[in-house]
């Protein structure tokens, strides 16, 4: 079915690769993919994040959105649709081998891209507490999402649907934080009561 996609697919990465590439954009590409591997990059900002009472209800929506997009994207599109990554295709649509090496080769299934729905999950979720805090997690999710692109290991249909499908992750959990008042909750927690509420 991803046919229809690859002439698409395959120009924009060899765009990327043919006016981008150097060895200091390597580094950096790489250090950003492997900052959302796992989302352990936005999982560890999420933490940290709890703890103020101002962006807590963001962060939590994040880390659930993120848990979410996993369990439906890793565990389950993944593996119904079982797109080979595109370096993998590489000789198989271009005729001959790649002409370039990359960094490091990540193993599993490409779509959708899994690094794409866990960066913007808990960066659209950011948004339900901080705006500012928001714009800066869209702008570092698009940079990890990009080098997934820039890196070879997923086609940009892939990095759509991750992206896609951590944004709606990340609004339904929110719609389910306010439904059930969850975010009231975490307000109250830890709040310091005053003295007619101890009375």
């Given at each position: 079915m991803f046919n229809i996609f690859i002439p698409f697919d395959s120009s924009v990465l060899d765009l990327i690769q043919q006016h981008m590439r150097s060895d200091f954009l390597d580094v950096i590409m790489s250090g950003l993919t492997f900052f959302g591997e796992k989302g352990l990059g936005f999982i560890v900002i999420g933490l940290l994040l709890l703890i103020p009472r101002k962006t807590r209800r963001g962060a939590a929506a994040g880390l659930v959105a993120m848990l979410i997009g996993a369990l439906v994207g890793e565990l389950a599109l993944k593996h119904f649709f079982c797109r080979p990554r595109p370096f993998v295709d590489y000789e198989l649509i271009h005729g001959y081998p790649m002409p370039f090496e990359l960094p490091f080769l990540p193993s599993g299934y490409s779509f959708p891209s899994g690094h794409s729905c866990?960066?913007?999950?808990?960066?659209?979720?950011?948004?339900?507490?901080?705006?500012?805090?928001?714009?800066?997690?869209?702008?570092?999710?698009?940079?990890?999402?990009?080098?997934?692109?820039?890196?070879?290991?997923?086609?940009?249909?892939?990095?759509?649907?991750?992206?896609?499908?951590?944004?709606?992750?990340?609004?339904?959990?929110?719609?389910?934080?306010?439904r059930f008042k969850i975010d009231e909750k975490l307000l109250k927690n830890g709040r310091r009561r005053t003295p007619a509420e101890k009375s």
């Open positions: 866990a960066a913007f999950a808990f960066a659209v979720s950011l948004f339900y507490s901080d705006k500012r805090l928001g714009i800066a997690g869209v702008v570092l999710a698009s940079m990890v999402a990009f080098s997934r692109l820039y890196l070879y290991h997923h086609y940009p249909t892939d990095v759509i649907a991750g992206i896609l499908l951590g944004t709606l992750c990340a609004l339904v959990t929110i719609a389910v934080f306010k």
